[in-house]
Structure formats: structure tokens, C-alpha cells
């Protein structure tokens, strides 16, 4: 059956501001900083229906990581659902996001239209603000994000996973922290991104 979800999203890695891997005045993106991209993606699902079940007002967070020098750099990444949703919900995000149910995440999101490995789909307790230029995101003790102000720069700036066509701002990551399920990092001053989503599918 058809699905949809719109919402916002903010996300923040390693990399130095702006973020190479984003498209910049039209030029498509390239190697990460470093060459090796760890972090955090949010998404606050603002509307959304899948296959009848109704997942508004949930939230969704992937931790990811991945080499440049790795053939095809694939991605290793862990799903945290929303604890607040029940078995149907979580079990339908988790079909968005894994790519099951094909549609536009096999366009944007790398960890399905490459090989990737999902180490785990982990039931969390989500904390969220995407307020513009000063979000942030907690998912349980394993991950969290603080942005501090938005990145001065003239310009034109976006990112594949919410959609180029999307509005979006680069920022300044305040920190970044990840530390569970074989992720340990803890980064500041690096960058970040806000912007909008409309997913859909078949």
C-alpha cells in the first residue's frame, strides 16, 4: 500500500563544516574530511501513515559509520525506533527506514541503495528538538547531538537523505557523542544539518 512521511530532520558526523559530502551550489559532494564519517541522523515525524498505521508524532534516529577507502564504503549504522510507538509502528518505521518497502529511501538513504551492515533495530527512549539553529537529540544513553548556531555561509547548501530539493541549513555541531553497539566518538565544532522530508512509497 502507499506510504508517506514528512517531518523535519537534523543530523551532525565528524566532518568539518561544510560538511564535503553535501551538494554546494550545485556541485555534487565527495570524500569525507577524514576519510573515515562517523554520526548521528534525527528525523521528528511530523505526518506520516504506513500501510494505515498512523507513526505521527514519532521519532527516529540511525547511528552510522563508514570508510571512503572501503570498497564501496559500505555503511554500518544501528536503527533506534521510538519507544513511545507500539509493535506496529515501530515495526512499520522499521520498514521505511531498512528500505523494505522501497520508494524514495532507495533513492536517498546510502545504507540501502549500497550494501551496509544493520548491527541492530534498538526500541529507544528518543528525546528531540528540532528547533531551527539550536537543536538537539538524545536516543537513550547511547547517542546524542547539540547543535550550537547555524554555519555562516552565502552559499546554497543540501544533502541527499532529506532530498536536494528540500530547504536546508548547514550548522555547527556543539557535540556530538556516540558510545554503544561498537560506536564511540565525541566530537565538537564539526558540522551539522537541518532541514525538511517528504518520503513515499511503492
Known amino acids: 500500500m502507499p506510504w508517506q512521511l514528512s517531518g ?11 560538511c564535503p559530502c553535501r551538494r554546494i551550489d550545485g556541485v555534487g559532494g565527495g570524500r569525507s574530511t577524514s ?12 505526518r506520516g501513515e504506513v500501510d494505515g498505521v ?4 514519532l521519532a527516529v534516529v540511525n547511528v552510522i559509520w563508514y570508510s571512503d577507502d572501503q570498497p564501496g564504503s559500505p555503511w554500518r549504522w544501528v536503527l533506534h525506533l521510538d519507544d513511545r510507538g507500539d ?15 522501497g520508494g524514495t529511501p532507495e533513492q536517498q538513504f ?12 534498538r526500541a529507544s527512549t528518543i528525546e528531540i528538538d528540532h528547533a531551527p539553529g539550536r537543536g538537539w537529540f538524545r536516543a537513550g544513553s547511547v547517542v ?6 547555524p554555519y555562516v555561509t552565502e552559499r546554497t547548501v543540501s544533502c541527499l537523505i532529506p532530498g536536494h530539493d528540500q530547504p536546508g541549513r548547514e550548522l555547527v555541531c556543539e557535540r556530538l557523542v556516540g558510545d554503544g553497539d561498537g560506536f564511540a566518538f565525541d566530537v565538537e565544532g564539526r558540522c551539522g544539518f537541518e532541514s525538511t522530508f517528504v518520503y513515499a512509497g511503492p
Do not use: H, M
Open 144 to 149: 546524542s547531538l547539540r547543535v550550537s548556531a
Open 87 to 101: 509493535r506496529r509502528q515501530r515495526e512499520a518505521l522499521e520498514a521505511v527506514f531498512t528500505g523494505t518497502l
Open 35 to 46: 576519510g573515515e564519517c562517523v554520526g548521528a541522523l534525527s528525523w521528528w515525524i511530523e
Open 54 to 57: 498512523d507513526v505521527a508524532g
Open 110 to 121: 546510502p545504507w540501502v541503495y549500497k550494501a551496509s551492515d544493520l548491527v541492530a533495530v
Open 8 to 18: 523535519t530532520t537534523l543530523e551532525a558526523c565528524n566532518c568539518d563544516a561544510i
